[in-house]
């Protein structure tokens, strides 16, 4: 069954963007001048995706809004002969159809997942995290979709971590079982070093069949009653099998100031507007510290 939908748990607190983030939703952070969660979008759409549900918390109304039509600001630019802002506005707008379900408290991603149950229906759907943003050349959720039709079972993300990050990831192991799939028996969230069955680290990518749903059921809350999706992938893992799809491209972790400041130096650097007067700014910054 193709996969037609996708999930992007957006309730969290964004409580590590402060005070940025009382008022605006962390997703709505920009990377340059687009909002981080248009990228993830824009990646479900690029890959297929048809519909896109959002599970959002109270506070997050900026996230539907901003791919809603907006026929004022269109007409005042068409107006104006702002061609290039009315087709930037227009493209986010028809991406893909948007809706959204509320997850009354935040319960963890597990919760999140179970949450748009109905939404998704039965059928295989995509989860997307939107503190994972990956520059790729063939879309994230592309690159796993073609595994998943290739294999017929749940897909994980992968990337190769350093030895000395491992305990900051949770870890898969498993055999190869083709060009960068993998079969997996083993999934651990944030191992010591030698405990690690290796060094392939999830990343906030997940394509699930529907019957990730009745797992999730099963598994117990976790501390702060929290309902973890990774322990429902593990039951699923022994019962159906699940693949790993280490995948290529640049992983930012946008959650975090360190990598939300990485994104937005190599994005800027893809910008003909930008990068030039950037690649400057730098060498003078790295000049002057010498």
Do not use: W
Not at 138 to 153: G, S
């Amino acid at each position: 069954m193709r996969v037609r939908k996708a999930v992007i748990p957006a309730a969290g607190l964004g409580t590590r963007f402060l005070p940025a983030t009382k008022a605006v939703p962390k997703e709505m952070l920009p990377i340059i001048d687009v909002p981080t969660i248009q990228y993830i979008v824009k990646e479900a759409a690029d890959s297929g995706i048809e519909d896109v549900i959002f599970v959002t918390g109270r506070g997050k109304n900026a996230i539907i809004d901003h791919f809603d039509y907006y026929p004022e600001l269109e007409e005042k630019l068409e107006q104006q002969g702002k061609r290039d802002l009315l087709a930037a506005l227009r493209e986010t707008s028809s991406m893909a159809k948007v809706v959204s379900i509320r997850q009354q408290e935040p319960r963890g991603l597990g919760d999140a997942v179970l949450c748009a149950r109905e939404l998704v229906g039965d059928e295989p759907f995509v989860v997307l995290l939107g503190d994972d943003l990956v520059d790729s050349a063939v879309p994230c959720a592309r690159q796993m979709i073609d595994v998943f039709e290739q294999y017929n079972k749940s897909v994980v993300a992968l990337m190769r971590v350093p030895t000395d990050e491992v305990s900051s990831f949770g870890i898969c192991g498993g055999e190869p079982l083709g060009e960068r799939a993998y079969n997996l028996d083993t999934m651990m969230e944030k191992p010591a070093v030698h405990d690690a069955p290796s060094n392939l680290a999830i990343v906030g990518r997940y394509i699930l069949k529907p019957s990730i749903f009745g797992y999730l059921e099963r598994v117990d809350p976790g501390p702060g009653k929290e309902l973890q999706l990774t322990d429902a992938m593990a039951l699923m893992m022994a019962e159906e099998g699940f693949v790993g799809c280490e995948i290529t491209g640049e992983r930012y972790d946008t959650g975090d100031k360190f990598g939300f400041l990485q994104a937005n130096i190599a994005f800027g650097l893809k910008r003909r507007d930008i990068a030039p007067r950037l690649r400057a700014y730098m060498r003078d910054i790295l000049q002057q510290e010498i």
